[in-house]
C-alpha cells in the first residue's frame, strides 16, 4: 500500500494552531492549490485542500506562515466520517502533513508575522556563518 501526497499552494486564512489535551500542538489550515489546466472559460480552477500538521512543525508553520503564503506540503491522504449536530454522517478527506517546506518565488514579498510591537521584516536565507553559529549553539 502506498498513500503519499505532495502539494504546493497558497493558504487561504491564517493557521490555526491549538493543542491538545496532552500539549501536542496541532495546526490546521486550508491550502489553494491551482490546477495545471484552464477550464472551458479560460480560467484556472483551484482546489481548496484542508491540511493538519502536528508538534514543532505546528508551532512552526503557525509562527511563519499567514493567508497567501507559498508552502509545499508532502502527507498523506486521511479519511474519517463523523456526525454532525444533524446527526448526519459526514465524510471528511485532508491531507496529514509529514513536512510543510515554507517557499518563497522570486520577487514576492513574503514576510515574518507582526505583532502590534514588531516591525515586519522580510525572510533572508541565513549566510553559511549564521547557520555555522546556530549549530554551535545547539
Excluded at 487561504?12 to 500542538?25: S, W
Amino acid at each position: 500500500m502506498f498513500n503519499n501526497v505532495t502539494l504546493v499552494g497558497r493558504f487561504t486564512r491564517d493557521p490555526e494552531l491549538t493543542y491538545t489535551k496532552d500539549g501536542t500542538a496541532v495546526c490546521n489550515f486550508t491550502l489553494a492549490v491551482q490546477r495545471s489546466f484552464r477550464n472551458m472559460h479560460g480560467d484556472i480552477d483551484a482546489d481548496f485542500i484542508p491540511v493538519t500538521v502536528w508538534r514543532k512543525q505546528a508551532e512552526n508553520t503557525s509562527l511563519y506562515c499567514h493567508k497567501g503564503a507559498l508552502v509545499g506540503v508532502t502527507g498523506r491522504i486521511n479519511t474519517r466520517i463523523y456526525e454532525n449536530k444533524d446527526q448526519k454522517r459526514v465524510q471528511m478527506v485532508e491531507v496529514n502533513a509529514d513536512q510543510v517546506r515554507f517557499l518563497k518565488l522570486n520577487g514576492s514579498s513574503d514576510t515574518r508575522p507582526s505583532s502590534s510591537n514588531r516591525e515586519e521584516k522580510p525572510l533572508t536565507p541565513l549566510q553559511p556563518s549564521e547557520a555555522a553559529a546556530i549549530t554551535k549553539t545547539t
